[in-house]
């Protein structure tokens, strides 16, 4: 069973420091990782969707990158911004889709 | 984009009620569309996966007779909780894969969440 885990749980930095985002997964055999951006009390945004033969996607001041053997991925955002601050999801799909429990991102102004 | 609505977007029920909650895909049919779960500051957990005019597929510990899932059309899914208890009072959201996407490589549209309080 694909098994999903984000680090670090929660991450403060002050305003306008670029900050990675870990996500691992178990099984490696995956079509495609996403990563969505989750409000308090809200759905899911996603980010940036990456097929299982691509290395990283980019959107403006996002990139995700994608290491499919070794069962890995990282969320980078540049010059980040309070308007950032947000609980970050990374999912899985194999069979089904799986999500990580999260990244608590506080961006302090 | 693809757009899935959800509805209600908040609902409060008594202890022994049911509610039902819908799902809809509104500009793609969607043939598959999947039902999770989210309990205050964890994950999503994946309930059931429903596929137009067939029968559910139920994730390990969902109750099937609890959490009753009708997919009647390609633009429509229905999660209705039966007989709730406080403990159902979750966050649940609904995600729909665009019939005409290839098998696997879809990409899943996630509606916007309904808030159920069971009092």
């Known amino acids: 069973k694909q098994e999903v885990t984000q680090i670090p749980a929660a991450l403060s930095v002050p305003e306008g420091e670029n900050l990675v985002l870990n996500c691992s997964f178990t099984?490696?055999?995956?079509?495609?990782l996403q990563w969505f951006r989750q409000d308090p009390g809200k759905g899911l945004t996603s980010l940036l969707l990456?097929?299982?033969?691509?290395r990283e996607q980019t959107s403006g001041r996002l990139n995700a990158s994608l290491d499919k053997s070794s069962g890995r991925s990282t969320l980078y955002i540049a010059a980040s911004q309070p308007g950032d601050s947000a609980t970050y999801l990374c999912a899985v799909r194999s069979h089904d889709m799986r999500f990580g429990a999260g990244t608590r991102l506080t961006v302090k102004p | 984009g693809a757009v899935v609505s959800q509805h209600p977007s908040w609902v409060i029920c008594k202890s022994g009620t049911s509610v039902k909650i819908e799902c809809r895909s509104l500009d793609f049919q969607a043939t598959t569309m999947f039902w999770y779960r989210q309990f205050p500051k964890q994950s999503l957990m994946l309930m059931a996966t429903?596929?137009?005019?067939?029968?559910?597929?139920?994730e390990q510990g969902v109750e099937k007779d609890k959490f009753l899932i009708n997919h009647a059309s390609l633009t429509l899914s229905t999660l209705t909780v039966t007989s709730a208890h406080p403990e159902d009072s979750s966050f649940y959201i609904c995600?729909?894969?665009?019939?005409?996407?290839?098998?696997?490589?879809?990409?899943?549209?996630f509606g916007p969440g309904t808030r159920l309080t069971v009092t």
């Open positions: 995600s729909a894969r665009d019939s005409r996407a290839s098998e696997g490589y879809y990409e899943q549209y």
């Open positions: 990456i097929q299982s033969s691509q």
């Open positions: 429903s596929n137009e005019g067939s029968k559910a597929t139920y």
């Open positions: 099984d490696s055999a995956i079509y495609n």
